[in-house]
């Protein structure tokens, strides 16, 4: 399974941005996907999971929404109502069930919200 992020980018506090992942290969061997992020110097975090219902962290919910297109075979995050602790590299990954871990990893897009 291959995984590719994109939207990421500058944006003002109070701002959106919508990431995209793109996913390719053995798609049928997944069996949930989400969005993860990571910040300077800070543990990496689950941000939204997705698989027969969704999952958000408390810090997000309300401003965040994931959502999929089956047939781009794409994964969304919308962000609104940013704030500029959510400046972090944004990971798109996906679960493999057969170890029940995400296993599948995008290589990151950027988030940076101004004060």
């Known amino acids: 399974v291959q995984l590719v992020e994109s939207g990421g980018g500058l944006v003002q506090a109070g701002g959106s941005l919508r990431l995209s992942c793109a996913a390719s290969?053995?798609?049928?061997?997944?069996?949930?996907m989400g969005w993860f992020r990571q910040g300077l110097g800070k543990e990496r975090e689950l941000v939204a999971t997705?698989?027969?219902?969704?999952y958000y962290a408390d810090y997000v919910k309300g401003r965040f929404t994931i959502s999929r297109d089956n047939a781009k075979n794409t994964l969304y995050l919308e962000m609104n109502s940013l704030k500029p602790e959510a400046t972090a590299m944004y990971y798109c990954?996906?679960?493999?069930?057969?170890?029940?871990?995400?296993?599948?990893w995008g290589q990151g897009t950027q988030v940076t919200v101004s004060s």
């Open positions: 997705m698989s027969s219902s969704t």
């Open positions: 990954a996906a679960r493999d069930p057969a170890s029940g871990e995400y296993d599948y």
């Open positions: 290969g053995s798609i049928f061997s997944i069996d949930a």
